[in-house]
């Protein structure tokens, strides 16, 4: 009962900022009128985006208004630098999740490794140390020189950064097993490979699930800046292209929806991770 009123509570506080962020921002925007355009072509010359000392910033209603178009139409295709946000999400979706699922396929048994290993752990963390802080954004021109094709060099982007949290945090719970555990299972004779599955993995993986789920969020935040880079297609692409048209509205709709897809894929994992969690 408590934790359903905690909850509760929770959730009024959450709408009340929320309808007070809206309030303050539409009065804002009111206050310093709605956005009227130029040419696009004159506005460039230019360098503005708004006439007669009005705002340029849209209010919510307008961004509400914008962000309906784009539900009731998420899938259309009027060319390349015209795609629903649909389409583009499905895009950014699907190379993040390539790109994140190779990252797991590699760190959990590289992690069980060097959790269960003390030789192994010593030799892999000056690598791992060194290449850890390289900002993932680094390695975009090296992917692109080496491969030639910007949807697999934004994957091997998403590959890279999605790596170390799951690396770090899946050596982290190997190492951080009960050792009573362990030593029945050695005084039961539990194969090194069975030992690894019936007792490490179950102990590890609400840490392992951490790993992953501070992976999915790295992921998803920079495949909206690798696409900024490349174009072509994706809801980062989508973002720069709309800047470049001067549409701050579409902007603000493309953060919000990326933020709610974001916030999506942290609930699934966060949610997985309650499934494998358990009390000792």
Same mark, same amino acid.
């Given at each position: ?5 905690? =909850? ?14 809206? %309030? ?9 009128? =709605? ?13 503005? =985006? ?54 797991? *396929? ?31 954004? !680094?390695?975009?021109? *090296? ?8 949807? *697999? ?30 030593? $029945? ?18 102990? #590890? ?19 909206? #800046? ?24 579409? %902007?603000?709709?493309?953060?919000? %929806?990326?933020?709610? $897809? ?10 997985? !991770?309650?499934? %494998?969690?358990?009390?000792?």
């Amino acid at each position: 009962m408590k934790t359903a009123s905690l =909850t509760g509570r929770a959730a009024v506080v959450s709408l009340a900022l929320l309808f007070s962020f809206l %309030v303050a921002w539409h009065l804002v925007t009111r206050d310093t009128g =709605t956005a009227q355009r130029m040419d696009p072509e004159y506005a460039k010359l230019m360098g503005a =985006t708004a006439t007669q000392g009005k705002s340029a910033m849209p209010g919510p209603i307008d961004v509400g208004t914008k962000l309906w178009e784009h539900l009731r139409r998420p899938f259309y295709d009027n060319g390349p630098n015209d795609k629903g946000v649909g389409i583009q999400l499905a895009f950014s979706i699907a190379r993040v999740l390539t790109g994140y699922l190779l990252a797991i *396929l590699v760190a959990v048994p590289l992690g069980f490794l060097i959790g269960m290993s003390p030789l192994m752990s010593k030799a892999l963390d000056p690598f791992i140390q060194v290449l850890k802080p390289i900002s993932p954004l !680094a390695w975009m021109p *090296l992917a692109l020189y080496t491969i030639k094709d910007s949807s *697999l060099s934004a994957i091997f982007v998403i590959f890279i950064c999605s790596l170390w949290p799951t690396l770090i945090n899946t050596a982290f719970g190997v190492a951080s097993v009960r050792r009573e555990w362990l030593n $029945v299972a050695k005084t039961l004779e539990v194969g090194t490979f069975r030992r690894a599955f019936t007792i490490i993995l179950p102990a #590890a993986a609400p840490t392992i699930l951490t790993g992953m789920r501070i992976s999915i969020g790295i992921a998803w935040l920079v495949i909206v #800046a690798a696409e900024m880079l490349v174009g072509g297609t994706g809801i980062g692409y989508f973002v720069w292209n709309e800047w470049n048209n001067l549409s701050i509205t579409n %902007v603000i709709t493309a953060i919000l %929806v990326i933020g709610i $897809v974001g916030m999506l894929l942290d609930l699934m994992l966060a949610r997985l !991770a309650r499934l %494998v969690t358990f009390p000792e």
